[in-house]
């Protein structure tokens, strides 16, 4: 006689895992070039724990995969290895220093009867290069913002300050990775623009004016609302990462206390001061402090000779924020920070809630709010604008999308077809699931369509699809 | 359902044929509809399959199910056998630009020109020797296949096992096939599992030569074997058929397309081919250049797309079989990859596309086989099908332009009941060999997408500034087509539903409808 056992029953599940980060290091072929020295290569390696002749291992078969590929393609290093169990990321960011990242492949584990270890099956294909590509180079200039290149901890106190202060910065940041939620939109590292009216617009470019003329100190300014930027002074690829730090780590972490009720604890103490929400996300958290300190964030960016080190002041007053950038020589003093309270507090207050009505009336006039109609990506090339319809919100920890994983794959893969060539490109797909997608790659703007009409042909797809250019972007030509 | 059936044997009886009713005939629309079943999709044969074909290339990564041959295992190979195979001249019109391979071959490997090879093939044993290079020495190559074999082995020590590395434009693909090592380094942006496949037939390209068997044996007595002696003089066989690879659309779908001909002749054929069998007679394969006239088989043994691949490319790589009646021994490693069959493989007359290929289990029966030959033959004239034959020759192919569908440049479709596929020669806008070898990867990219392991796809439409390209998959058939840049959707969909129409129309003359066994 058979009997199952419930506890029997539910151990025969299969178990799914998704990708997951298996190491992360970083290392210096030069720095150890003698046997027995290859230690002395690793700067950086997680997780720390792994015994050193693994690590050592594990280098050396990096630095021979670089090596080897050298041999077909000497001016285009390696950029991934696969293999059953997992993928490897390579990025060369300065010259002989690599970054490695090494992720597990999805699997799938199958129990097998009579007490047998379970089966482990590899999902090979589930990984997209491009998009954990993105994710390395990503790391990187995330490294770069807070500490400068690698190049600079070398001049400044050589390889101990080096690994010092990625061993700093990696520790932490290396737990905000979310790897199974990665997708094409890591790939386009966009911005989100906030759509506004010309009026508005030109309110906020004298604002920022205003600003910067009374407070000379401030080099650069950045303007966001609702986590959308608005205008910046900084070069695009700094902002980029900028804009990256703000959004998934900065603002979430100080959810706003405007929307907390009046009693809440989250609720910080105004002080008596009521003209005004504006307050540091930055900086002292409440000016009023006889203790608080006057210290903020530095950050580099590109310039001229290189780069340079600024300080980086973050003011928000209700939906709207306002950065602005010291150069890191100056230093910022209670008085400065009392000055620009002063002043942008109750100006961004009046602001963001002009532009909240605006906000508020444009939506009215173009209908309710409700489920998008359709879901899309848009990326520009060009200005790194981006959209999307399909993500819910993009916080800190988790990126909802609306969609099933294997159809933002396949966006993944119309992605990688369009960069393979340079040249004006439509791809219509439809999968099996009976959805279609479509892709659309224009003058270095690329739209990505997905339609649950699972009974419509070709044609019918092309007329809905050009429907949403019509509706969504009737400004810009794609190519039919 | 059974209404459906009762209805057309209704109508059948009613119409006065005497004909058993066919099911499968009934279904047969005339205007097939992307919804067919397969087995009624135009061109599926309507007895039974001619060969066992895959589904898809995924079908090539799975183990050999060792199907035992049941009509007597032949002897392991000995070396006199061997040498009767490798010692085949390769043939002296070699196939298009094939001939610059020779210079190619002494190349320096450590110049430009030897790096900027599209796609480089290496074969390694276990053991780290070269066996095979598709441009430069295997001597010159010994260090960097040392450091292949190294890279294999160091993933394998962490019981992992390495696929593929990436570069910006270039990519390296590696197939352990113990006990041997196969590398593709490409820049062209074939994907991985196109460039798996392509390893993959050499893989059988060298176990046909060999067996599995003896392959194992030699490696397992003497690990660091030079293979090269054995494989010496064979290098054209795998040569031939990388550059096969490259251009064939048969290697592509896993199918074979056939001689157009009138199935009343082919019949013929058939029929005469089934006539003249032998006790140990397995495959009668008649072929015109690469194209199938006819496949007559044992009842129940199937042949394999790869395998009937494989005799393409010996008979296509080969002059010497033209000099008289050849009798070789060929492993069909999709068979069974233990043993030797005997083919008997001769052209019908001097100067002939015909060529007659007889598959025999026994290493003695070069005379039975010669005989087989000479009744076929007989039988042919006499039914003057030798004459319509001879006519067939000369169109082997048809112009896209007698579809009449204006914008349609090209396409291939494959009908997947049967494994064959039709497709029209190329039009003028892909004369040169550098834009027929375009076209084939582009086809080849439509192919992995539908294909594609874990997001396979239905339909795949790319509309770029050279040509659109539509791809579809139905549980009946693969339809690939390209077009002109200027065809539209609305053209391309019109297209599909014409060309259906227009294949069902041809399918007696495209397809072989009824194969035969003996």
Known sequence: MLMISPKMASGMQEKQYTPCLLNFFIYNPTFGPREGEEEKKILFYHP???????????????????????????????????????????????????????????????????????????????????????????????????????????????????????????????????????????????????????????????????????????????????????????????????????????FPRHSEPE????????????????????????????????????????????????????HLIVYKAMSAAACFMINASVEVTREFCEQLDGLVGPQLTLLASDICEQFTINRRTSGPEKEPQFKFIYFNHMNLAEKSTI??????????????????????????????????????VKAMTDYWVVGKKSDQRELYVILNQKNANLIEVNEEVKRLCATQFNNIFFLD | MDGGTQGAAAAAWENGTLAAVDRLQSDRADSPTPGLV????????QRSAMFVHAQSFEDLSTEVEDREAQLGKSEGCDAEEFNVLVGEKPAQEPRNNFSSDNKTKEEDISSEAWRSHKKHIFVLSEAGKPIYTRYGTEEALSSTMGVMMALVSFVEAEKNIIRSIHADGCKVVFLTKSPLVLVGVSKTCQSDKELLRELHYIYYQIVSLLTLTQLNHIFQNKQNYDLRRLLAGSEYLTDNLLFRLERDPSLLL?????????????????????????????????????????????????????????????????????????????????????????????????????????????????????????????????????????????????????????????????????????????????????????????????????????????????????????????????????????????????????????????????????????
Request: hydrophobic residues 40%; charged residues 25%; proline residues 5%.
């Open chain 1, 48 to 250: 720390s724990e792994v015994e050193k002749n693994e690590k050592i291992r594990n280098v050396g078969l990096c630095e021979a995969i670089v090596q080897f590929t050298r041999t077909f393609c000497p001016t285009k290093p390696a950029k991934s290895l696969h293999t059953q169990k997992n993928r490897q990321f390579f990025f060369e960011p300065e010259e002989n220093f690599w970054i490695v990242m090494v992720v597990r492949n999805p699997m799938i584990e199958k129990p097998n009867k009579d007490g047998k270890p379970p089966t482990i099956e590899y999902q090979e294909e589930e990984i997209l290069d491009t998009v954990y590509g993105a994710v390395v180079r990503q790391c990187y200039s995330m490294y770069k913002l807070f500490n400068g290149p690698f190049s600079r901890a070398m001049e400044a106190g050589g390889v101990e300050l080096l690994m010092q202060k990625l061993e700093k910065f990696f520790y932490r940041y290396l737990q905000t990775l979310h790897l199974q939620s990665c997708d094409l939109l890591d790939v386009f590292g966009g911005i989100s623009f906030f759509p506004l009216d010309k009026m508005t617009y030109l309110k906020i470019q004298s604002f920022v004016n205003r600003v910067e003329e009374s407070l000379s100190l401030i080099k650069y300014t950045a303007f966001l609302y609702n986590d959308q930027l608005i205008w910046s002074g900084l070069e695009q690829d700094d902002m980029r990462t900028l804009y990256k730090y703000l959004t998934t780590s900065l």
């Open chain 2, 38 to 45: 397969e087995g009624t999709e135009p061109g599926a044969g």
């Open chain 2, 254 to 518: 896993s199918a074979v397309t056939c001689l157009p001909l009138a199935s009343s002749f082919r019949d013929v054929v058939s029929s005469g081919l089934q006539a003249a069998k032998a006790k140990n007679l397995v495959f009668s394969i008649l072929l015109a250049g690469d194209r199938l006239v006819t496949l007559v088989r044992k009842k129940d043994q199937f042949l394999h797309h790869i395998d009937l691949h494989l005799v393409f490319n010996l008979v296509g790589s080969s002059s010497s079989f033209r000099e008289g009646e050849g009798w070789t021994p060929i492993c069909l490693p999709k068979f069974n990859t233990a043993g030797f069959f005997h083919a008997h493989i001769s052209y019908l007359q001097p100067g002939s596309e015909l060529c007659l290929i007889l598959v025999s289990t026994d290493r003695e029966d070069f005379f039975n086989m010669s005989e087989c030959k000479q009744r076929f033959m007989e039988r042919l004239s006499k039914r003057s099908a030798f004459q319509a034959l001879k006519e067939a020759l000369k169109c082997p192919s048809y112009s896209v332009a007698q579809v009449g569908i204006p914008e349609l440049r090209h396409f291939l479709y494959k009908s997947k009941s049967s494994g064959l596929y039709t497709s029209p020669e190329f039009p003028t806008v892909y004369q040169t060999d550098g834009e027929q070898e375009r076209l084939m990867r582009l086809y080849q990219d439509l192919h992995s997408a539908l294909h594609h392991p874990t997001r396979p796809l239905r339909t795949f439409y790319r509309c770029g500034e050279t040509e659109n390209m539509l791809a579809l998959v139905t549980s009946g058939f693969e339809l690939y087509l390209c077009f002109s840049p200027l065809a539209t959707k609305a053209m391309a969909v019109a297209a599909v539903n014409k060309l259906l129409k227009w294949i069902r129309k041809e399918e007696d003359r495209l397809f072989i409808l009824t194969p035969l066994t003996y």
């Open chain 1, 391 to 428: 993500h819910m919100r993009k916080t800190a920890s988790v990126c909802l999308t609306s969609v099933h994983p294997d159809l933002m794959k396949i966006l993944g893969d119309i992605n990688c077809d369009f960069a393979r060539v340079d040249e004006d490109e439509e791809i219509i």
């Open chain 1, 259 to 310: 929307l907390a009720g009046r009693d809440s604890p989250l609720r910080p103490e105004v002080a008596g001061n009521l003209l005004h929400y504006g307050r540091f996300l930055t900086g002292p958290a409440n000016l009023k402090d006889p203790e608080a300190k006057f210290r903020f964030p530095k950050i580099f960016v590109a310039s001229e000779d290189g780069y340079e080190e600024l």
